[in-house]
């Protein structure tokens, strides 16, 4: 009795644990595409203030 509660507890043991597995792959997946995006908006940004820099720079040795 007591060896088939042992190996019923641990296939459970082995189910929670690819559970946990699969969601902790599926929060690394999405933080990682999350931080992507992330990375585009500051590179998205950062070439806008260059723009709007140059542009400035531009016009003030027009003057």
């Known amino acids: ?15 929670v644990t690819w559970r946990l597995l699969a969601a902790g792959v599926c929060l690394l997946t999405v933080s990682s ?7 585009d ?3 998205s ?5 260059k723009q709007a820099w140059d542009n400035r720079q531009m016009d003030v040795s027009n003057k």
């Open 45 to 49: 940004r950062y070439a806008q203030i």
């Open 41 to 43: 908006e500051q590179r």
């Open 33 to 39: 595409v999350a931080r992507a995006d992330s990375l």
């Open 1 to 15: 009795m007591y060896l088939h509660l042992e190996d019923a507890l641990v296939e459970k043991a082995k189910q």
